[in-house]
């Protein structure tokens, strides 16, 4: 059976457990955002794609890859709306399709630091592969 778009959306924001619908777009999660500079799709816009059903977009973006998963964003927004959450899930999303994982075992290697605490890597692993 095929899933809907718009099905998708609401099972990202289900999951996230963030009420979209109270984000006014203000724009104060993206202006307080680290990442945001990296991202093709900013914060207030993935809560207004997914407010309008839009998944795919957010999908084929590298936003959810360049989220520092900081949570500035949801201490910043006055409505308590938490894009960190929702790109979390939508890289979730990506994440269980076959084939779209972010990152491989073999790519590891590559990224570590060799300062970077054994746990950091466990973790970020555990994050960015099934
Ligand atoms: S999520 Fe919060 S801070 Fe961001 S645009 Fe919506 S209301 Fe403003
Ligand atoms: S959690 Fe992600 S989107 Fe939110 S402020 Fe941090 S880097 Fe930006």
């Known amino acids: 059976m095929q899933i ?6 609401e099972e990202i924001v289900r999951r996230s457990g963030t009420d979209i619908s109270k984000c006014m777009q203000c724009g104060k999660c993206t202006a307080a955002c ?5 991202m093709d799709i900013q ?6 794609e997914l407010i309008n059903g839009h998944v795919d977009v957010l999908q084929k ?18 409505r308590g709306v938490s894009p960190a959450a929702l790109i979390e899930s939508v890289r979730l999303s990506v994440i269980r399709q076959q084939g779209e ?3 491989t075992a073999e790519d590891i290697p590559e990224y570590i630091d060799e300062k970077m605490p054994q746990q950091a890597i466990v973790a970020a692993f555990r994050k960015y592969n099934k």
């Open 4 to 9: 809907t778009e718009k099905a998708q959306a």
């Open 34 to 38: 680290p990442a945001g500079y990296k």
């Open 43 to 48: 914060p207030h816009r993935v809560v207004w």
């Open 61 to 78: 973006s590298v936003t959810p890859w360049k989220c520092f998963s900081c949570f500035t964003c949801a201490a910043r927004c006055p």
């Open 101 to 103: 994982n972010g990152i």
